[in-house]
């Protein structure tokens, strides 16, 4: 079945230094890749997606590239902020089945 | 537009004992999901509805778990007798077709069970 594998963390980091959250997935067919951030004590917020290969999503200084090949979705950022500190969590979806399947989570602290 | 609405954020129940949580989705939004998340996990689907129909409960331990969408609208999840492993934050999102997220789910607050 299809999965997705985040880096584990936690991902300690000092205000403006660069971000790199791995991600890789397996699927069949061609899924669409996203990016949820989990804020503490809310609920999963849509972060940036992309639908087909090559695309990059991008949202408040936030990116990432469907690399086919590699079967990868990174985030990246080049400056984070102390309020980038949250969970990511890195997901796939499965048109032709209909379902979504989850990483378990990235932790980012971001101290100032 | 308002978002997903949930209730209650927060419950905590001894074992054995029952326990509901209800949700509300975006307006419009014909598909619903249930989602369970173990703390340092990510989301696990629990039950998908289309409208008032169920799409998938593969997932829901259905000798505890019930779940219901009454007029494709509302839904309601109800554990019943709960076990310690049932801690976890349940999550409620919805969707404008069953394609589900070509713009992303639209998720709830979650309610936060803590079974004792």
């Known amino acids: 079945g299809d999965s997705v594998t985040q880096m584990e963390g936690p991902v300690t980091l000092s205000e403006e230094a660069f971000l790199t959250i791995n991600c890789t997935y397996t699927a069949t067919g061609y899924p669409s890749l996203f990016w949820y951030v989990q804020y503490p004590g809310e609920g999963l917020q849509l972060l940036l997606k992309a639908t087909k290969a090559d695309d990059k999503g991008s949202n408040k200084g936030f990116e990432a590239t469907y690399r086919k090949e590699t079967t990868s979705f990174h985030l990246e950022k080049g400056s984070v902020q102390v309020s980038d500190s949250a969970v990511y969590f890195c997901?796939?979806?499965?048109?032709?089945?209909?379902?979504?399947?989850f990483g378990d989570g990235t932790t980012l602290t971001v101290k100032p | 537009e308002a978002g997903v609405a949930q209730s209650p954020r927060y419950k905590i129940i001894e074992k054995r004992q029952s326990v509901a949580f209800w949700c509300n989705p975006i307006?419009?939004?014909?598909?619903l999901y249930w989602y369970q998340q173990i703390l340092g996990q990510g989301p696990k689907l629990l039950i998908q509805f289309q409208n008032n129909g169920v799409v998938d409960d593969s997932q829901l331990p259905k000798d505890r778990f019930s779940a219901e969408r009454l007029k494709g609208v509302d839904s309601t999840l109800k554990i019943q007798p709960a076990k310690l492993e049932d801690s976890a934050v349940y999550l409620c999102?919805?969707?404008?077709?069953?394609?589900?997220?070509?713009?992303?789910?639209?998720f709830g607050s979650g309610t936060r069970l803590t079974v004792v």
């Open positions: 999102a919805s969707s404008l077709d069953r394609t589900g997220p070509s713009g992303g789910y639209t």
């Open positions: 997901a796939l979806h499965n048109t032709n089945a209909g379902k979504s399947t």
């Open positions: 307006s419009g939004h014909a598909t």
